[in-house]
Nanobody
Framework: QVQLIESGGGLVQAGGSLRLSCAAS????????IAWFRQAPGKEREFVTA????????LYADSVKGRFTMSRDNAKNTVYLQMNSLKPEDTAVYYC??????????????????????WGQGTQVTVSS
């Protein structure tokens, strides 16, 4: 069972940048598709971005396209979320999540949180106006 640990959250002014990291304990990290979700107070958890096992496929929510970039380094068992041009509405707890593909060889990117059985504890991102 893979364990995920997020880091890199913090307080930043609007227009600033942060880079989140999600490190996995499992040496088979490269088998997992990874996604970032976020949850603001009083709101449902929402999809942010996802990357497939090899990194060849990525998917972004419309709200972050052009501002956020997700990448992964399978040699370091780590994924990254580079967040630029941050807005107050990006304030939330950010979670990384992992899932195996439904079929062997399928490069998985999914926006559905219930499809991800493994989750990190979350890291707080606060963007001040």
């Amino acid at each position: 069972q893979v364990q995920l640990i997020e880091s890199g959250g913090g307080l930043v002014q609007a227009g600033g940048s942060l880079r989140l990291s999600c490190a996995a304990s499992d040496g088979t990290f490269s088998r997992y598709g990874i996604a970032w979700f976020r949850q603001a107070p009083g709101k449902e958890r929402e999809f942010v971005t996802a990357i497939s096992q090899s990194g060849e496929r990525t998917l972004y929510a419309d709200s972050v396209k052009g501002r956020f970039t997700m990448s992964r380094d399978n040699a370091k068992n780590t994924v990254y979320l580079q967040m630029n041009s941050l807005k107050p509405e990006d304030t939330a707890v950010y979670y990384c999540a992992a899932r195996l593909p439904g079929l062997p060889g399928l490069q998985v990117v999914s926006t559905i949180p219930t499809g991800y059985p493994y989750w990190g504890q979350g890291t707080q991102v606060t963007v001040s106006s």
